[in-house]
């Protein structure tokens, strides 16, 4: 029996799968086992062909390949190679379990890529169970981003035959691959980022108080609700928050690229974080994801290390906001069904805007609201005070005004947002202020003597909650960050409490 590794998914992580093979003589047949689903049961025609095409006679013997575990169900076009190659080399002593196999086989025996391969193998890369592996050609330049991987690329049956004929001596096909952006390196760890700004904050005119809360939620990462009249700025904003947002390290690059993979686009391994914006008519299942028989991935999850936004909050399902609070407070969507249970990591941004009623004008001073006081009660109701106290930001937008002038670029709130970052990395902090759990509130988030002092008075004035006192402290250390100053001093309490719900 000969035996080669590949994988298949289980939610959005890799399970390894064995390859094994058994030619026994009887009555010339070819069959697999193991749970597969129907791309890897049409695998026999193309392996046939690609053989036939190659020069090798199929063998006239009863041919079985086993997937194992098999009790795990599997998918996709990558076992093709690695069947193939079991066939092909069967006549051989040699063991080729060390090795990891992909790639899809075209009916001339050529080997194509399949763009789930990226999402795979990273999942693979960072269980720490793959090291040398068999790939698509064409999938090297892609691949070779991911650490400590031996990759050798074919182009064909032949070449991968070859290959593991004269194991022994292969060598890979090209060293690792390298992220071609800035960086700072602090206690041996590279941060990168990127001096591209596609939409800039210069467009944006007026609106200060809003500009620096979005610096404030930038630079820590905390969840920020925009509420203000129709066209005043609020999505214009939202999208330009995504570029100034803190330096990645190569781990979260790696991350962004294989969602960016499962959902079908092409990786980029830039240093920008992705922004998701589901429409307010989404379902429950695509928002977070579901399936009867496998469990997808959705929005939620594809926003992890990057930005969610929700734009016309009010008018998202009650559903779908209540069940928002649960990633929001844990950054992670657990999906339940009879077939599958499933955990995905979901650490986002949470952005949000909303009018202030269902018109859109009660906050404007030239237009009338022809709102009554019912529906504006009905629709800020739509919010529930546990959801709202998940929210570490909330900005009311200004009027829009003849004598209103551009002021900070997005690259000019960059730099401060690297700033800040630097200062919390030199700090010993692993995390974003907005993501500390209590004992890191304990350790980073010091007050001084006039800051407790205020903090005391503004948990008996405004009854605040556990998780609102929290949120305060953290929001506080954020903006003492950007002043770069060690202690929370009382200018930057007052500042994070002037951003709470009122």
């Known amino acids: 029996m000969k035996q080669v590794s590949c994988a298949t998914y289980e939610g959005i992580d890799a399970k390894v799968v064995q390859v094994e093979s058994t030619l026994t003589k009887g009555l ?88 789930h391969l990226y999402p795979l193998m990273l999942s693979l890369a960072n269980q720490k169970i793959i090291k040398k592996v068999i790939v698509p050609h ?45 960086f700072y390196e602090i206690d041996g760890e590279k941060y990168f980022y990127a001096k591209e700004y596609e939409e800039d904050f210069i467009d944006v005119k ?18 920020i609700i925009y509420e203000g009249s129709p066209g005043c700025g609020k999505s214009m904003i ?9 330096p990645m390290n190569m781990s979260e690059i790696l991350d962004i690229a294989k969602l960016d993979a499962l959902d079908l686009k092409e990786p980029e391994f830039k240093p ?34 990057s930005v969610l936004f929700f734009d016309e909050l009010p008018h998202f399902s009650k559903s779908i906001l209540e069940a928002l609070r649960e990633p929001m407070e844990d950054s992670k969507i657990r999906i339940s069904r009879v077939n599958s249970k499933v955990e995905y990591p979901a650490d986002f941004l949470f952005v949000g805007a909303m009018n ?18 019912l529906e504006i009660s009905r629709y800020k109701n739509r919010l529930s005070d546990p959801f ?77 909650s556990f998780r609102s006192i929290k949120k305060v402290q953290k929001v506080s250390r954020t903006i003492a960050d950007l002043d770069a100053s060690e202690l929370i001093e009382k200018k930057h309490l007052l500042e994070a409490l002037s951003y709470r719900r009122r």
Request: hydrophobic share 40%; charged share 25%.
């Open 356 to 373: 202030p009623c269902p018109c859109g004008n009660l906050l404007n001073d030239s237009k009338e609201c022809r709102c009554s006081e």
């Open 206 to 223: 007026g609106q200060e108080v809003a500009k620096r809360a979005t610096l404030i939620c930038a630079a820590g990462f905390h969840n």
């Open 238 to 246: 939202a999208k330009r928050l995504r570029y100034i947002l803190p």
């Open 138 to 182: 064409a999938s090297l330049s892609k691949l070779s981003k991911i650490p400590n991987l031996e990759l050798y690329g074919v182009k064909t049956l032949s070449e991968a035959i070859e290959l593991l004929k004269n194991q022994d001596t292969a060598h890979p096909s090209m060293e690792q691959g390298t992220i071609e952006y800035p």
């Open 388 to 464: 709202l106290d998940r929210i570490d930001l909330n900005v009311v937008m200004q009027n829009v005004s003849a004598e209103d002038k551009p002021s900070y670029s997005s690259e000019e709130l960059h730099k401060m947002v690297v700033g800040a970052h630097i200062v919390a990395k030199n700090r010993g902090q692993k995390n974003f202020n907005a993501k500390l759990n209590d004992r890191d509130i304990e350790k980073y988030c010091l007050l001084s003597q006039e800051a407790k002092e205020i903090l005391d008075m503004a948990i008996n004035r405004f009854a605040l």
């Open 28 to 115: 010339p047949s070819f069959s697999i086992v193991g749970m597969a689903n129907t791309a890897i049961t049409e695998a026999k025609e193309r392996v046939k062909s690609a053989l036939l095409c190659n020069e090798f006679s199929f063998p006239p013997k009863r041919i079985t390949i086993n997937l194992a575990p098999s009790d795990v169900r599997k998918e996709g076009s990558q076992f093709d190679l690695s069947i193939a190659l079991m066939i092909a080399l069967d006549y051989l002593e040699s063991d080729f379990s060390d090795w990891f196999v992909f790639g899809e086989l075209g009916l001339d025996g050529s080997v194509k890529e399949n763009l």
């Open 272 to 305: 920008h974080r992705n922004i998701r914006s589901p429409h307010h008519s989404s379902t429950l299942a695509s928002v977070f994801g579901g399936g009867s028989h496998k469990a997808m991935i959705g929005e939620v999850g594809l926003a992890h290390k």
